[in-house]
């Protein structure tokens, strides 16, 4: 079962080649999807406020990001988890003790993994793989499985 990170939606929207081919090529699987609330914010808050955005007008920049909720929102192939108030606790905790330099939704995508039992994470970011070897996180697989950052 598979989870998206936010570089992959982010990636498979805005770039053309190399990380976005690979980003389209991991979302066209035929198979469900799985992301959070927190990643589609983190992918939101990318469209209304990355430099590389900035050449779009306000209103067309939150346009896409609608758009981008709504196509979510809509699919039946993509389930959108929230991430629970003691799956807070626990990322926000381990955030703020851990050694691997996760971000506070990156930490929430991989409990949601492990609450869910979902076993493969789409990302780009190199970090996870370090975080799956810790015992409670070793079911999860990081995918791209090669190095592309």
């Not at 979302?27 to 955005?53: A, Y």
């Not at 979510?72 to 606790?89: A, C, H, N, P, R």
């Not at 381990?94 to 949601?112: K, M």
């Amino acid at each position: 079962m598979r989870f998206v990170d936010s570089c992959v939606w982010i990636a498979a929207l805005f770039e053309k080649d190399g990380r976005g081919e690979v980003a389209r090529s991991l979302l066209d699987r035929q198979s469900i999807l799985h992301t959070s609330t927190f990643v589609l914010d983190e992918v939101v808050s990318f469209h209304l406020g990355n430099r590389e955005m900035a050449r779009y007008r306000h209103s067309e920049r939150k346009r896409l990001a609608a758009e981008f909720l709504s196509s979510v929102q809509k699919s039946s192939e993509i389930k959108v988890l929230e991430v629970l108030s003691d799956q807070f606790v626990e990322s926000k905790t381990r955030f703020e003790q851990n050694q691997f330099p996760l971000s506070l939704t990156d930490w929430s995508n991989l409990i949601v993994m492990r609450d869910n039992g979902l076993t493969e994470l789409f990302t780009f970011d190199n970090w996870f793989r370090d975080a799956v070897k810790l015992q409670e996180f070793s079911k999860i697989h990081v995918i791209p499985a090669e190095r592309t950052v």
